[in-house]
């Protein structure tokens, strides 16, 4: 560790006078946008999140590529990025990876999508820039806080079937020289749905969640500001269960996230420091009318520099350090008391000095208590052939490492666990014309030394590093825009082919369809709008043997807004439109036909 600690103090103190730039957005990730360059990004902003409040799974199966497997409704939910695992995606809030330190990913159910001012879904590998688990991609959840603004507020009402709500209110207030911000939102539904046709009823199905958010930021002078971002989110979830009579269990989580940071430009010299405090509770509760039965906490310490040096025209050299010290705590869970410490330094290289043509190369070295982390790369490069044509690479060495839970669980934990490691390249060829828009997107990935948790001597379970995976396939993303007076069309059709397989098996990974559309199409005129969203599903294996699986299915979701007067919305949603009886996770049925109706305020 003490060679970090040096790299770290010589980055902090390299301060160069230099010509003054204005501040007038705090952007509180600052690489996500450069690592667009290369890699595929989508964002979704305010209006995309209105048309799937309900859940963060909700929306990234209708609007993106990644597959959610959800157990029922509101349950525990998890993504599938290009045939990876959920402990293989990272999830970022405002440039900090919140996975989990016991399980090593994130609920997205315990995510409210209500929170956040935008999201963007990063596709494949990232772990040089957002740490461990960022092997098939990364969701990223953002806050903005702009200056001289003045006052704005909403606030969101929806009621839905299942005695759903989800509400909202949001305020902000900036001038030149500080912007706040402030959001409370609340959801809870009874989620007592049912499917007469499986004889399934959501029994025990409940949940609600409640989160608040407070920003600031201050411009200390024309070049220098400084920053706060937190959130606190309080929420019970109950998990299913088959039959009345069975024990019916409740989890409970609450969270808090903070971080505070100082930005300073001053022409070619960028640099943000940043620290942040992460703490996560849980509580698990095997009979709701019973003493709280196992749980943990865990806390995170992190200080982030982020330094970035304009060498010449366009060309830039990157230097990103980072140090965390986890603790964490079990409560009849399998986990004493545990901490890590871990530093992290990153140098990247930029350079567009020509107009068609842009090339990075990035490095990483962690140093982890515990083990030998692996030394990590990136590279990849963009030509822009011509006005319409334009063609990609990258390339990447990645990793997750071993989870509190896999190393110190016991009976059971392996503190001898290496890290997973994965390689990836991708190919993207994007082509314009006129208001269509094609990206292809063709990729390959090996992942070695996978954590899988098996059966040893006795019966006892151990996580081993014994399992080797290949995934490969293509994405394809078809995009129409079009305005033609007060007529306004917008339109993403995507397709996603996924081979993710086992290489002692060859067979394909669970719960990673071959197969995945996403449609997703936008009409307005004057104050009315219309969306109509298609989601198809593949056939999708539920064991590793490919003797188990759910059918394919297509399912329809479409919804209106008018504008009856200024800054007054109102909105009506139907869900799965042709009542098509599905699931994504074995026995765990989703809802039939349902609805819901929204009233947004603007002031």
């Not at 390299?14 to 996500?32: F, K, M, Y």
């Not at 998990?239 to 971080?259: D, H, N």
Request: aromatic share 14%.
């Amino acid at each position: 560790m003490r060679y970090f600690f040096i790299l770290f103090l010589f980055q902090m103190t390299s301060q160069i006078s230099a010509q003054e730039t204005l501040i007038d957005t705090v952007i509180i990730d600052n690489q996500l946008k450069k690592s667009g360059e290369i890699s595929k990004i989508n964002f979704l902003n305010a209006d995309k999140i209105l048309e799937n409040t309900t859940s963060l799974s909700d929306l990234l199966r209708s609007q993106s590529n990644i597959y959610i497997k959800e157990n029922g409704r509101g349950a525990v939910s998890s993504p599938s990025f290009r045939g990876t695992t959920a402990q293989q995606t990272a999830f970022v809030w405002n440039g900090i990876n919140v996975n989990s330190i016991f399980l090593g990913q994130g609920d997205i159910n315990n995510l409210n999508i209500l929170s956040y001012d935008n999201l963007a879904v990063k596709y494949g590998g990232g772990s040089v820039l957002y740490g461990s688990g960022a092997i098939g991609g990364s969701i990223h959840l953002n806050n903005i806080l702009d200056f001289d603004k003045g006052f704005s507020a909403s606030l969101f009402s929806e009621y839905a079937s299942f005695g759903t709500s989800n509400s909202f209110i949001k305020a902000k207030y900036s001038n030149e020289k500080m912007s706040f911000s402030f959001s409370a939102n609340h959801s809870q539904s009874a989620n007592d749905y049912e499917v007469p046709e499986k004889n399934y009823i959501n029994i025990n199905g409940q949940y609600k969640n409640i989160g608040i958010n407070l920003g600031l930021a201050l411009k200390v002078n024309r070049n220098s500001e400084i920053y706060w971002q937190s959130q606190h989110y309080d929420s019970s979830q109950h998990y299913p269960v088959f039959e009345e009579s069975y024990t019916k269990t409740k989890y409970l989580v609450q969270t808090l996230r903070s971080v505070a940071g100082w930005k300073m430009n001053l022409g070619n010299i960028h640099n943000d420091l940043k620290v942040a405090y992460l703490e996560d509770n849980f509580q698990y509760f095997a009979d709701i009318d019973k003493a709280q039965t196992s749980g943990g906490t865990g806390k995170q310490y992190i200080i982030h520099n982020d330094l970035d040096l304009s060498l010449w025209h366009k060309t830039s050299i990157n230097f990103i350090s980072e140090y965390q010290y986890n603790t964490g705590e079990g409560y009849q869970s399998g986990i004493g008391n545990v901490k890590r410490n871990i530093g992290s330094f990153a140098l990247l290289f930029r350079n567009q000095n020509s107009e068609k043509f842009y090339w990075e190369i990035g490095t990483k070295k962690d140093v982890v208590e515990g083990y030998q982390a692996p030394f990590l790369y990136s590279g990849g490069a963009k030509y822009t052939v011509t006005k319409w044509y334009q063609a990609s690479v990258n390339l990447s060495k990645n990793f997750r490492a071993p989870t509190f839970n896999d190393l110190y669980w016991q009976p059971g934990g392996n503190t001898n666990l290496k890290p997973e490691t994965s390689y990836q390249a991708e190919i993207s060829q994007t082509l314009h014309h006129k208001n269509i828009k094609l990206i292809i997107t063709p990729y390959y990935m090996y992942i070695k030394d996978n954590i899988i948790w098996v059966p040893g001597f006795g019966g006892l379970w151990s996580p081993q590093n014994i399992r080797k995976t290949k995934a490969y396939g293509i994405e394809t993303q078809l995009a129409f825009e079009k305005k033609m007076g007060s007529h306004s069309i917008n339109s993403v059709i995507a397709y996603t082919f996924s081979k993710s397989v086992d290489m002692e098996t060859n067979k394909q990974l669970m719960y990673v369809p071959l197969h995945k559309i996403n449609l997703n199409a936008d009409y307005h005129y004057k104050i009315f709008g219309v969306f109509l969203q298609a989601i198809y599903n593949g056939k999708t294996f539920t064991d590793n043997y490919e003797n188990m699986f759910l059918k394919d299915n297509v399912i329809l979701n479409a919804g209106v807004s008018v504008n009856p007067v200024q800054h007054f919305t109102i909105g009506a949603k139907i869900n799965n439109i042709g009542n098509q009886i599905y699931a994504t996770t074995n026995y765990y049925y989703m809802p039939k036909r349902n609805f819901s109706i929204y009233l947004k305020f603007n002031f």
